[in-house]
C-alpha cells in the first residue's frame, strides 16, 4: 500500500500595488489567517520563519515583509529595480512554501497587542472617548479596512485624542505616495462626516 499523498503544487505569481515599492508575491496556498507586519528583521527572527528567512537571503534589498491570507508583500530598497530582484524572490519564496517552512508563530498577534497597549497608554478614554473610539474602530473595520486591503495593504487604528485618530499603514499602504491622499480625501472625509467629534486622521510614522 502506498500512502504518498499527493499535494496540490505550489503557484506563485505577482501582482503590483498601488506603491511603486512594494510587489505582491500570492500563492494558491493559505500562509496566514491574519496580517503580520514585519518591518525590521528582529522582529521577523523574533516571530517569523519565513519572514527572517527573506530577510536574510535578500538582505541587500528587502525593507519589510508583510503577510497576510495567501500573499507576501515585499517592500523594497529604493535604489534597486524590481526588474532585477523580482524573479529570485519569487523563486525564493516559492520554495521556502513548498518546504512548509512555519510562516508565522502562535502567539504573534497577542504578542503585539500587548506591545501596543503597553506603549499607548492613552487608551483609557473618558466614558465620552470610548464611545467615539467604538464608532471609529467599526468604521475602519467595515469600511476601510476591506478597501485597503485590496490593494495589499491594511490598515490599524491606534489612537484618539482630542479629535485627531492616529493609525497606522501596512503593507503596500506603509510608505506608500497614494496613501496620503486615501487617508485624507478618502478615510478622514468619511470619518468626519460619520463623526462629527473627528478633526483629523494622521499615520502613525515609525
Known amino acids: 500500500m502506498s500512502n504518498n499523498i499527493q499535494k496540490s503544487p505550489v503557484m506563485l505569481y505577482t501582482e503590483q500595488t498601488p506603491n511603486p515599492e512594494t510587489l505582491k508575491f500570492v500563492t494558491n496556498k493559505m500562509?496566514?489567517?491574519g496580517s503580520a507586519d514585519f518591518r525590521t528583521k528582529e522582529l521577523a527572527e523574533e516571530w517569523s520563519p519565513l519572514a527572517k528567512s527573506i530577510f536574510d537571503e535578500h538582505e541587500a534589498y528587502v525593507k519589510g515583509v508583510f503577510i497576510s491570507t495567501?500573499?507576501?508583500?515585499?517592500?523594497?530598497?529604493?535604489?534597486?529595480?524590481?526588474?532585477?530582484?523580482?524573479?529570485p524572490l519569487k523563486e525564493f519564496i516559492k520554495k521556502q512554501i513548498e518546504a512548509e517552512v512555519p510562516i508565522v508563530k502562535e502567539g504573534f498577534t497577542e504578542a503585539m497587542a500587548a506591545a501596543k497597549e503597553a506603549h499607548h497608554e492613552s487608551g483609557n478614554y473618558s466614558d465620552k472617548d470610548n464611545e467615539i473610539v467604538t464608532?471609529?474602530?467599526?468604521?475602519?473595520?467595515t469600511y476601510v479596512k476591506p478597501a485597503v486591503q485590496a490593494?495589499?495593504?491594511?490598515i490599524e487604528f491606534k489612537d484618539y485624542h482630542q479629535g485627531c485618530v492616529t493609525v497606522s499603514m501596512q503593507g503596500a499602504c506603509s510608505g506608500c505616495p497614494s496613501s496620503t491622499i486615501t487617508l485624507k480625501q478618502g478615510i478622514e472625509g468619511m470619518l468626519k462626516r460619520m463623526i462629527p467629534e473627528v478633526q483629523e486622521v494622521v499615520a502613525e510614522m515609525d
Do not use: R
Not at 135 to 141: F, G, Q, V
Open 31 to 33: 500562509l496566514y489567517n
Open 70 to 87: 495567501n500573499y507576501v508583500i515585499i517592500t523594497k530598497e529604493i535604489n534597486y529595480s524590481w526588474q532585477d530582484i523580482m524573479l
Open 135 to 141: 464608532k471609529i474602530k467599526d468604521l475602519i473595520e
Open 151 to 154: 490593494d495589499g495593504g491594511n
